[in-house]
Nanobody, 121 residues
Framework: VQLVESGGGLVQPGGSLRLSCAAS????????IAWFRQAPGKEREGVSC???????TDYADSVKGRFTIGRTAKNMVYLQMYTLKPEDTAVYYC????????????????WGHGTQVTVSS
């Protein structure tokens, strides 16, 4: 079971990025997938998740209205980020869990290695 994130990079404040989470070894549709991020010196925090049961989504208050999570037909989950702010700068991770649907890192069993997002002018 492997998760691989892509799409990170350097973007100016107000810009957009789309992160992708690809899986090998299992079908993402059957798993709850979440995005987390961790900035230097800070704890890992939940950003968004999408449930395997009914496709319901959840977002951290700090990203509501700016980020969108979704699934694609190619066994991938994306995180579309708009109106990026410097405080969004972090390493972004996707994670998978078979049962939970939460934004708590401890609930997730499988993790990717992360992709860096830097928001700076």
């Amino acid at each position: 079971v492997q998760l691989v994130e892509s799409g990170g990079g350097l973007v100016q404040p107000g810009g957009s990025l789309r992160l992708s989470c690809a899986a090998s070894g299992f079908t993402l549709d059957y798993w709850t997938i979440a995005w987390f991020r961790q900035a230097p010196g800070k704890e890992r925090e939940g950003v968004s998740c999408i449930s395997s049961d009914d496709g319901s989504t959840d977002y951290a208050d700090s990203v509501k209205g700016r980020f969108t999570i979704g699934r694609t037909a190619k066994n991938m989950v994306y995180l579309q980020m708009y109106t990026l702010k410097p405080e969004d700068t972090a390493v972004y991770y996707c994670a998978a869990d078979y049962s939970s649907s939460s934004l708590r890192p401890n609930d997730y069993d499988y993790w990717g290695h992360g992709t860096q997002v830097t928001v700076s002018s």
